[in-house]
């Protein structure tokens, strides 16, 4: 099995920044992608930026301001939040493509972590 854990959400005012973190245990043979999506009341889960061997994807409204990184010796992915602005306000989760075993992957989420912009 594979547990991540999420920290780093939190109240901040417009303008300001957080960093999230996301850490990965359990029976992990590879990493095949990172990344971080989000959930605002009433609206569906979008993704916000992803990391993989061949670079980073970004959501149109954060790029610029989000930054993805990833440390692999750790299992952790990070995002370095910028310049918040309150429609950032959601739950954020990470989400990791995981192969337990030469061909066998899966998806795996965190909790979740809230994020709030407000003044």
């Known amino acids: 099995q594979v547990q991540l854990v999420e920290s780093g959400g939190g109240l901040v005012q417009p303008g300001g920044s957080l960093r999230l973190s996301c850490a990965a245990s359990g029976s992990i043979f590879s990493i095949n992608a990172m990344g971080w999506y989000r959930q605002a009341p009433g609206n569906q889960r979008e993704l916000v930026a992803r990391?993989?061997?061949?670079?980073?994807v970004y959501a149109d409204s954060v790029k610029g301001r989000f930054t993805i990184s990833r440390d692999n010796a750790k299992n952790t992915v990070y995002l370095q939040m910028n310049s918040l602005k309150p429609e950032d306000t959601a739950v954020y989760y990470c989400m990791f493509i995981v192969m337990l075993t030469p061909g066998s992957t899966g998806n795996y989420w965190g909790q979740g972590t809230q994020v709030t912009v407000s003044s």
């Open positions: 990391i993989t061997s061949s670079g980073t």
